[in-house]
């Protein structure tokens, strides 16, 4: 059977029972149950943990749990179904609800327990302090008692306990150190400080900034202390405590003589010195007007009572008093001054120039340019006036015109003076600038409002003297004339110019100096030109230099050189030595052709080579340039050369044409004998490279000569230099060493070294012509390489043998020197000279038998 249980609404079976689940109640403090009584700081973060709902199902079936708000309510908290774990989503605020209405539901997926609990807000000091009824404004009197009341602050804090206390001071500022006023801590009572006066006229308002604070207390788990400020304004009302003071002191007044009596002189003005609530003004004199003067009590107006003329002082000094009006018209505080009048002419008269005969505005003088400085030009008689008197007669002289050429004295002047002009600058009155100077003179008044002024014109008429020297137009002329001009031929034209006027400004030419002969001027036009017997030639002379003169009626002259150079023109044909030359060629080396132009510059004087004519035709090569005449390549041996002329002589003929480059072109030709020979290689091969030099040099003897000295030169210095080193050494030892002699072959394989001369350079292989050594010879086997000796240098002396020699030690290197020459080529052949053969190898040969002479002196010492 069934049966109804209303209090908890479950149904139980006959065969079975369900009860429902329910929420533990652990009570208000603790954070997990139904939330019954919970309570939650307003400061908790949003999504924080809060609570855990708690419940349990009498099966012990799993529960879920549920967290709904009335309608129309905000959600404040989540829970999660399984676990119960309740989390904040939206910020608390104490101050706008404290209290939370929350259903919170049990479940155990049949039966459904829903309870309705309260959540508590508790209080953080979130809340800074509000003032209430701001803005504050205050109107005080300023004889307001020290430590009166004036005002009452008041702040409330919304937050609960010490958070919500509220204390209140002053804040200190900066620019306001002493402030006068205070404030109750606790009351908020604003008062004027003890000791401390109020004062409109210094500071009609005061600003004071009062600080509300709370108690302090925790926020977000630290200590906080709130704050709030707001501004007082203090108006202090004016009380009648000042007395009045004039304005625009000191004073001072002017009576002109068109002054009438009424005349305004000056007004004074006085206020009260309670500017918040002024009293009126009443102005009287008490002193110092000897009954000229009137002052309005109202306006303070002072005015003049009588005419200018019958005042018997020219300075008064009037004491004015400016005093309160009470409320029944009576004089309160009052104040005095003083205005000083002043009686002055009126500024109607501007200065005035005069001449002698009354005013003038023009001044004119004749006089020499030039003048010393310092010079006053008493040509001008000139008075300047003003009848005003004082400061209105004062004025200043200046000169406007060219600068700094004349002054003008005095500079200032008071009523009248006598002008004079000084000269300043002489080099400024020049006739030759001008033969007028126009100066403005110019009077200003200094001290008036009016400034008046008054200007006269100062011209000044110049005579010329002779005070300038001719002067060229250049320091130097530069002219060229060609040297085939015919006499009287124009060279150059010189100016100069003398800028005076007159026979003094006219000019006479002269010429003069080492180089003059030639030429001649014309005395007015400055025009030179060559003597009519003048006959310029630029090979003799192409260079002339000469002064010209310039010179006036006076004879103030002035100089200029002039430079002539003579150009050269192509009037020398190029020339041989001889019309015919007589050459010798050995085969592979040139010969050297040279003709010779007497024209002075380039290109008459340059020549080019050509070869006109050849027997045989087309054996021949020739540089244009330099006139070297050379075998064709294909022609290199004397079977070739007798094959092309069929006989064994071998003498051809050639014509060369040397012309130069000049405009017209002269030419000249020569003919040239040409021996063909080749060098003797077996004679040459026996005598040695000297052989092979001396047969180049035959033609130039001088060279071979002082080649043969060099080489002499250099074997006496080794010889000098080898003696000098066995002699140390044998020295330094104290034994007698027994004699010895060293004889080593030198091997078969060894290659001889060649000594290179200095200045002598080969620029054709086929000049080269190395002589073997016959003394060569296979090398016997040592026990050690020996090193090859390294020309060109000395040989290295021996070290001196041990006294315990044995036949076994190596022997040591005789040294030798041989040497390969060339020929550097020939200069330019002045004569026709020829060496024969049998005279060169008697040279060689004595040469050769010479060194052999010094290497065997050399070599003594090893034996």
Same mark, same amino acid.
């Given at each position: 059977?069934?049966?109804?249980?209303?209090?908890?609404?479950?149904?139980?079976?006959?065969w079975?029972s369900?009860?429902?689940?329910?929420?533990?109640?652990?009570?208000?403090?603790?954070?997990?149950?139904?939330?019954?009584?919970?309570?939650?700081?307003?400061?908790?973060?949003?999504?924080?943990?809060?609570?855990?709902?708690?419940?349990?199902?009498?099966?012990?079936?799993?529960?879920?749990?549920?967290?709904?708000?009335?309608?129309g309510?905000?959600?404040?908290?989540?829970?999660?179904p399984?676990?119960?774990?309740?989390?904040? &989503?939206?910020?608390?605020?104490?101050?706008?609800?404290?209290?939370?209405?929350v259903?919170?539901?049990?479940?155990?997926g049949?039966?459904?327990?829903?309870?309705?609990?309260?959540?508590?807000?508790?209080?953080?000091?979130?809340?800074?302090?509000?003032?209430?009824?701001?803005?504050?404004?205050?109107?005080?009197?300023?004889?307001?008692?020290?430590?009166?009341?004036?005002?009452?602050?008041?702040?409330?804090?919304?937050?609960?306990?010490?958070?919500?206390?509220?204390?209140?001071?002053?804040q200190?500022?900066?620019?306001?150190?002493?402030?006068?006023?205070?404030i109750?801590?606790?009351?908020?009572?604003?008062?004027?400080?003890?000791?401390?006066?109020?004062?409109?006229?210094?500071?009609?308002t005061?600003?004071?900034?009062?600080?509300?604070?709370?108690?302090?207390?925790?926020?977000?788990?630290?200590?906080?202390?709130?704050?709030?400020?707001?501004?007082?304004?203090?108006?202090?009302?004016?009380a009648?405590?000042?007395?009045?003071?004039?304005?625009?002191?000191?004073?001072?007044?002017?009576?002109?003589?068109?002054?009438?009596?009424?005349?305004?002189?000056?007004?004074?003005?006085?206020?009260?010195?309670?500017?918040?609530?002024?009293?009126?003004?009443?102005?009287s004199?008490?002193n110092?007007?000897?009954?000229?003067?009137?002052?309005?009590?109202?306006?303070?107006?002072?005015?003049?009572?009588t005419?200018?003329?019958?005042?018997?002082?020219?300075?008064?000094?009037?004491?004015?008093?400016?005093?309160?009006?009470?409320?029944?018209?009576?004089?309160?505080?009052?104040?005095?001054?003083?205005?000083?009048?002043?009686?002055?002419d009126l500024?109607?008269?501007?200065?005035?120039?005069?001449?002698?005969?009354?005013?003038?505005?023009?001044?004119?003088?004749?006089?020499?340019?030039?003048?010393?400085?310092?010079?006053?030009?008493?040509?001008?008689?000139?008075?300047?006036?003003?009848?005003?008197?004082?400061?209105?007669?004062?004025?200043?002289?200046?000169?406007?015109?060219?600068?700094?050429?004349?002054?003008?004295?005095p500079?200032?002047?008071?009523?009248?003076?006598?002008?004079?002009?000084?000269?300043?600058?002489?080099?400024?009155?020049?006739?030759?600038?001008?033969?007028?100077?126009?100066?403005?003179?110019?009077?200003?008044?200094i001290?008036?409002?009016?400034?008046?002024?008054a200007?006269?014109?100062?011209? &000044?008429?110049?005579?010329?003297?002779?005070?300038?020297?001719?002067?060229?137009?250049?320091?130097?002329y530069?002219?060229?004339?060609?040297?085939?001009?015919?006499?009287?031929?124009?060279?150059?034209?010189v100016?100069?110019?003398?800028?005076?006027?007159?026979?003094?400004?006219?000019?006479?030419?002269?010429?003069?100096?080492?180089?003059?002969?030639?030429?001649?001027?014309?005395p007015?036009?400055?025009?030179i030109?060559?003597?009519?017997w003048?006959?310029?030639?630029?090979?003799?002379?192409s260079?002339?230099?000469?002064?010209?003169?310039?010179?006036?009626?006076?004879?103030?002259?002035?100089?200029?050189?002039?430079?002539?150079?003579v150009?050269?023109?192509?009037?020398?044909?190029?020339e041989?030595d001889?019309?015919?030359?007589?050459?010798?060629m050995?085969?592979?080396?040139?010969?050297?052709?040279?003709?010779?132009?007497?024209?002075?510059?380039?290109?008459?004087?340059v020549?080019?080579?050509?070869?006109?004519?050849?027997?045989?035709?087309?054996?021949?090569?020739?540089?244009?340039?330099?006139?070297?005449?050379?075998?064709?390549?294909?022609?290199?041996?004397?079977?070739?050369?007798?094959?092309?002329?069929?006989?064994?002589?071998?003498?051809?003929?050639?014509?060369v044409?040397?012309?130069d480059?000049?405009?017209?072109?002269?030419?000249?030709?020569?003919?040239?004998?040409?021996?063909?020979?080749?060098?003797?290689?077996?004679?040459?091969?026996?005598?040695?490279?000297?052989?092979?030099?001396?047969?180049?040099s035959?033609?130039?003897?001088?060279?071979?000569?002082?080649?043969?000295?060099?080489?002499?030169?250099?074997?006496?210095?080794?010889?000098?230099?080898?003696?000098?080193?066995?002699?140390?050494?044998?020295?330094?030892?104290?034994?007698?060493?027994?004699?010895?002699?060293?004889?080593?072959?030198?091997?078969?394989?060894?290659?001889?070294?060649?000594?290179?001369?200095?200045?002598?350079?080969?620029?054709?292989?086929?000049?080269?012509?190395?002589?073997?050594?016959?003394?060569?010879?296979?090398?016997?086997n040592?026990?050690?390489?020996?090193?090859?000796?390294?020309?060109?240098?000395?040989?290295?002396?021996?070290?001196?043998?041990?006294?315990?020699?044995?036949?076994?030690?190596?022997?040591?290197?005789?040294?030798? &020197?041989?040497?390969?020459?060339?020929?550097?080529?020939?200069?330019?052949?002045?004569?026709?000279?020829?060496?024969?053969?049998?005279?060169?190898?008697?040279?060689?040969?004595?040469?050769?038998?010479?060194?052999?002479?010094? &290497?065997?002196?050399?070599?003594?010492?090893?034996?």
């Amino acid at each position: 059977f069934r049966r109804n249980w209303s209090e908890s609404s479950l149904v139980e079976d006959v065969w079975q029972s369900d009860y429902a689940p329910y929420f533990h109640d652990n009570g208000p403090s603790s954070t997990n149950g139904n939330m019954a009584l919970f309570s939650i700081s307003e400061d908790t973060p949003v999504g924080t943990q809060i609570y855990i709902l708690n419940g349990t199902d009498p099966e012990g079936d799993p529960v879920r749990y549920g967290l709904t708000f009335e309608k129309g309510s905000k959600e404040y908290f989540r829970v999660e179904p399984k676990s119960g774990n309740v989390t904040l &989503i939206q910020e608390l605020d104490r101050e706008k609800q404290d209290e939370i209405s929350v259903l919170v539901s049990i479940t155990d997926g049949r039966n459904k327990v829903v309870e309705t609990v309260r959540v508590f807000v508790t209080d953080a000091n979130d809340e800074p302090p509000e003032f209430l009824n701001l803005p504050f404004i205050i109107d005080i009197p300023e004889d307001t008692a020290p430590g009166s009341s004036i005002y009452r602050v008041q702040a409330v804090d919304k937050d609960m306990g010490s958070g919500g206390s509220v204390s209140y001071y002053l804040q200190v500022t900066l620019h306001i150190p002493f402030a006068k006023f205070t404030i109750d801590g606790h009351s908020g009572i604003l008062r004027v400080k003890p000791g401390e006066t109020l004062d409109y006229e210094t500071t009609p308002t005061h600003f004071v900034t009062v600080v509300a604070r709370d108690g302090g207390g925790k926020y977000k788990g630290k200590h906080q202390v709130l704050t709030s400020t707001a501004t007082i304004t203090i108006n202090v009302i004016d009380a009648q405590d000042m007395p009045p003071s004039f304005i625009g002191t000191p004073y001072f007044g002017y009576i002109y003589e068109v002054s009438v009596p009424g005349s305004e002189i000056f007004t004074v003005y006085a206020k009260d010195g309670d500017q918040g609530t002024p009293n009126l003004i009443h102005y009287s004199i008490i002193n110092g007007s000897d009954g000229v003067f009137d002052i309005n009590s109202t306006s303070g107006c002072i005015t003049l009572t009588t005419y200018p003329s019958l005042l018997k002082n020219e300075l008064y000094e009037i004491k004015v008093k400016a005093s309160e009006v009470g409320p029944n018209d009576q004089l309160l505080d009052y104040d005095i001054t003083t205005v000083t009048v002043r009686v002055v002419d009126l500024n109607n008269h501007p200065p005035t120039f005069y001449g002698e005969n009354g005013p003038q505005s023009k001044f004119e003088v004749t006089m020499y340019e030039h003048p010393p400085a310092g010079e006053i030009l008493r040509g001008f008689k000139i008075t300047v006036n003003d009848s005003d008197q004082g400061a209105n007669a004062k004025f200043k002289l200046r000169l406007v015109g060219p600068g700094r050429v004349l002054r003008v004295v005095p500079q200032t002047v008071l009523n009248e003076a006598q002008v004079t002009i000084i000269v300043e600058d002489t080099s400024g009155i020049d006739y030759e600038k001008g033969p007028t100077l126009s100066f403005k003179l110019l009077a200003v008044e200094i001290d008036t409002p009016e400034r008046f002024s008054a200007t006269a014109d100062i011209v &000044i008429n110049l005579l010329d003297t002779n005070d300038n020297v001719p002067k060229f137009t250049s320091e130097y002329y530069i002219a060229r004339v060609p040297e085939n001009s015919p006499g009287g031929s124009s060279v150059a034209s010189v100016t100069a110019n003398d800028p005076d006027s007159g026979p003094w400004g006219e000019v006479k030419y002269t010429i003069y100096g080492s180089g003059s002969d030639l030429f001649s001027i014309h005395p007015t036009t400055g025009l030179i030109s060559t003597q009519p017997w003048t006959s310029l030639d630029a090979e003799v002379r192409s260079k002339y230099n000469f002064y010209v003169k310039a010179e006036d009626s006076e004879g103030k002259y002035g100089l200029a050189e002039v430079f002539v150079t003579v150009t050269d023109m192509n009037d020398h044909p190029p020339e041989f030595d001889d019309k015919l030359l007589e050459k010798t060629m050995i085969i592979g080396t040139p010969v050297k052709v040279e003709a010779v132009d007497e024209d002075a510059e380039s290109p008459n004087n340059v020549i080019e080579y050509s070869i006109m004519t050849a027997d045989p035709d087309n054996a021949f090569d020739i540089n244009a340039n330099t006139g070297e005449i050379k075998l064709k390549p294909y022609i290199k041996s004397m079977e070739i050369v007798q094959n092309i002329t069929r006989q064994k002589d071998c003498r051809w003929s050639l014509v060369v044409q040397a012309r130069d480059r000049g405009s017209p072109s002269f030419s000249t030709t020569a003919v040239v004998n040409i021996d063909i020979t080749e060098a003797v290689r077996p004679a040459l091969t026996r005598s040695g490279p000297m052989a092979a030099f001396l047969m180049k040099s035959r033609d130039n003897p001088m060279r071979a000569l002082g080649m043969v000295t060099v080489i002499i030169s250099m074997l006496v210095g080794v010889t000098v230099l080898f003696s000098t080193a066995m002699y140390m050494r044998n020295s330094k030892s104290n034994r007698i060493m027994p004699a010895r002699r060293i004889i080593k072959r030198r091997p078969r394989d060894q290659q001889p070294w060649t000594f290179k001369m200095p200045g002598v350079k080969f620029n054709d292989p086929a000049d080269k012509f190395v002589i073997g050594d016959p003394e060569s010879g296979p090398e016997r086997n040592t026990s050690s390489p020996r090193p090859k000796l390294l020309p060109p240098s000395a040989p290295c002396l021996p070290p001196p043998p041990p006294s315990n020699t044995r036949p076994s030690d190596r022997p040591r290197a005789v040294p030798t &020197i041989s040497g390969a020459l060339a020929s550097k080529g020939s200069k330019k052949a002045k004569s026709n000279r020829r060496k024969e053969g049998n005279i060169s190898s008697a040279l060689v040969s004595e040469l050769k038998m010479k060194l052999e002479q010094k &290497i065997i002196e050399s070599n003594q010492g090893y034996y």
